[in-house]
């Protein structure tokens, strides 16, 4: 079964940009969940959908926001890109939602986004 | 919400040596899981353990074991023979509270093997 997959893989943008990244979970997977990994605050996490639903979100401005489609791949955008915002972007796939009791999360190669 | 605290930042051993990485965790649900993973300098988290709360056993995976303690709250790991493919930076992460907050990873252990 495929893992994971990211893409794409590696960004470079500039201050004020917008940029979407896309992750397509393991194959009947309808968990999705993001996090971020900078080396200051280490792996944060950002939101989870469930069936097309935000189910949680972390301490994270209104500029990063997400979908989930009905096949389950996510996506996640951060508008007015600030320096901060540079760090890996890991997507992690669930059969279940996160706190369900079976729930272990599968994580994608990550996205790692370099904000200039 | 949980809190973790991975006291070890860095740890080096000589290859085939046994290593246990440290993991403190706290959360007020009686209720929660744990898992560890490990990052490779490739950049990806990879699965290891899962523990419940509610386990009445630790267990051996292989080269991997794992002591939960719940009077501790401690979640320790150990590596057994360890080999250099093992180098990696080690997460432990609790998940509580219905999964709210999200997996919340400690700052890591970097596992230094050499040959």
């Known amino acids: 079964k495929a893992g994971v997959t990211q893409t794409p893989r590696y960004l470079i943008k500039t201050r004020g940009q917008q940029v979407t990244l896309s992750c397509s979970p393991i194959s009947g997977h309808r968990s999705v969940s993001w996090y971020q990994q900078t080396p200051g605050q280490g792996l944060q996490f950002l939101f989870e959908?469930?069936?097309?639903?935000?189910?949680n979100k972390g301490n994270f401005p209104g500029r990063f926001s997400g979908r989930q489609f009905s096949n389950s791949r996510s996506e996640m955008n951060v508008s007015t890109l600030e320096l901060g915002d540079s760090a890996l972007y890991l997507c992690?796939?669930?059969?279940?939602?996160?706190?369900?009791?079976?729930?272990?999360?599968?994580f994608g190669p990550g996205t790692r986004l370099t904000v200039l | 919400a949980q809190k973790v605290t991975q006291a070890q930042t860095e740890i080096s051993v000589v290859e085939k040596e046994d290593v246990t990485l440290d993991c403190v965790y706290e959360t007020r649900d009686t209720t929660y899981y744990l898992f560890w993973y490990k990052q490779p300098p490739s950049g990806e988290l990879v699965f290891l353990i899962r523990r419940n709360s509610f386990d009445e056993q630790n267990e051996i995976s292989g080269r991997y074991s794992w002591n939960f303690q719940k009077s501790t709250s401690s979640f320790n790991f150990t590596i057994t023979a360890s080999q250099v493919v093992d180098s990696a930076v080690y997460f432990c992460a609790p998940l509580s509270g219905g999964g709210a907050d999200g997996l919340t990873f400690g700052k890591g252990t970097h596992l230094i093997i050499q040959p």
């Open positions: 992690a796939s669930s059969t279940s939602p996160q706190g369900s009791g079976t729930d272990t999360q599968y």
């Open positions: 959908y469930f069936s097309e639903t935000q189910r």
